[in-house]
């Protein structure tokens, strides 16, 4: 039923997908419109956030406020800036992953297939809605370009908005975990997320959607970097092994990539720049996260609490940029988009509850074959609708990336069999 749904969404989009023809080129930009200045203008806005917080956590935290304080605000203060201390009565046990005495293994299978399914059709869906969105015109007719929307942010926006509505009624409806973490430490994390995806929306204007796939499965060498700067991690001989199998495998991809029959779509300097600071973010967000996972939090309302602040960075930097009616007007004029944007976001809600229940169901281990199956049929799908080239050194490049992931699943397996502790695999809390 899952499957047909997606077959269905795909068939529509595809008139769509191909709407205007050829992709049009980027109008020259002045300088205010280039990615760059967008960054820091974006950065200036969180700024105006993250800054005064950090300055009001630092006071209250110096004046011992939670001894000392008293008033209608000393409860909120006490949440954001000290949190609580759960007690033993309150904790609700992050549920371990344990299967029935009556589960068989023809329900076991289909529980299995549904979290394949589900994870499948979810960002399947999403990563062709997000080339879509990205790299193709709205409005097109015989006589007009069309216009293409430009703002990531406003993307970042709609997509946490919904994470965090979805988040919030998973979290009043199913009894969750006390909540002990100090409120303003998801601000970190959210910071570095809404940072990394708008690195990743902002990319696809320069590189295509493969490139974009490969530099995301090659994430686990700066994740391990932030490990030991973080974390203080160790890592074993095989790991190192597979983060460079990985380098590898995408530099043969990047390094014989076939020429793209649109050069608006050509790799560039820009492009390596963006998906750098993606896996940058993104690996800080993932260790970070890891982190207060200390806290004894589940993982909704880790989503809860950076979507919360996610959507508080983005939204003030929208309104300081006078931007966030722009994008409204831009889905006013253009249903279609409103469409894709609407559905991207509830794909990428929907995807985060399938992560959290496969891997309850089933490990880590089975949740990364899944996605790592997923990343190769992204590819499939974009060269499938969008014509993307692969050369067959590019292939190959592609095909030792996904050995190598698969390689470290069989690893982390072998050593958990061992009795060894191995490195946990990373949570994807966001996409």
Same mark, same amino acid.
């Given at each position: ?49 993250? $800054? ?19 008033? $209608?605000? #000393?409860?909120? +203060? ?38 394949? +399914? ?64 100090? @409120? ?11 940072? %990394? ?26 994740? @391990? ?26 530099? @043969?991809?990047? $390094? ?7 050069? %608006? ?88 509850? #399938? ?37 067959? +050194? ?38």
């Amino acid at each position: 039923m899952v499957a047909r749904w997606w077959a269905v969404v795909v068939l529509v989009a595809i008139p769509a997908l191909g709407a205007g023809g050829e992709t049009p080129e980027a109008p020259p930009e002045s300088w205010t419109q280039q990615w760059f200045f967008r960054f820091l203008l974006n950065a200036v806005g969180y700024a105006s956030f993250m $800054l005064p917080g950090y300055l009001l956590v630092r006071y209250f935290r110096r004046k011992n406020y939670l001894e000392t304080g008293r008033g $209608l605000c #000393f409860p909120l +203060v006490k949440v954001c800036v000290f949190g609580n201390e759960p007690k033993a009565c309150d904790e609700v046990p992050l549920a371990p992953r344990t299967e029935p005495a009556e589960t068989t293994p023809t329900w076991q299978a289909l529980k299995l297939l549904f979290c394949a +399914v589900g994870l499948q059709v979810s960002y399947l869906t999403w990563g062709v809605l997000q080339e879509r969105v990205m790299t193709r015109s709205y409005g097109a007719t015989a006589t007009w370009a069309g216009e293409r929307f430009t703002d990531s942010q406003f993307l970042v926006l709609m997509n946490r908005v919904l994470a965090f509505v979805v988040a919030g009624l998973y979290c009043l409806f199913f009894k969750q975990p006390r909540h002990g973490a100090p @409120m303003y430490q998801y601000s970190f994390a959210s910071l570095s997320n809404v940072l %990394s995806s708008w690195c990743q929306y902002e990319a696809l204007k320069f590189v295509s959607f493969p490139t974009q796939v490969l530099a995301k499965a090659s994430k686990v060498i700066p994740v @391990m970097l932030m490990g030991k700067l973080v974390s203080r991690r160790s890592y074993e001989h095989w790991e190192y092994l597979t983060a460079g199998l990985i380098s590898v495998g995408v530099s @043969m991809f990047l $390094l014989s990539s076939g020429p793209e029959p649109r050069s %608006s779509q050509a790799t560039t300097l820009s492009g390596v720049i963006l998906l750098g600071g993606y896996i940058a973010f993104d690996s800080f967000t993932s260790n970070w996260q890891d982190a207060l996972f200390a806290y004894k939090m589940s993982s909704v309302q880790m989503m809860l609490g950076v979507n919360f602040f996610s959507c508080l960075f983005t939204v003030g930097s929208l309104l300081e940029q006078g931007a966030l009616l722009e994008g409204t007007r831009f889905m006013g004029r253009h249903s279609e988009f409103a469409a894709h944007a609407l559905l991207l976001s509830v794909c990428s809600a929907c995807g985060q509850l #399938f992560i959290f229940y496969t891997i309850g169901q089933f490990g880590a281990a089975v949740f990364t074959i899944i996605m790592t199956l997923r990343q190769a049929l992204a590819i499939l799908l974009s060269c499938l609708l969008y014509g993307h080239t692969i050369t067959v +050194v590019g292939g190959l490049g592609v095909a030792v990336v996904f050995a190598a992931l698969l390689l470290r699943v069989y690893a982390r397996g072998r050593l958990k069999q061992r009795g060894k502790k191995a490195v946990p695999i990373e949570s994807p809390v966001q996409v």
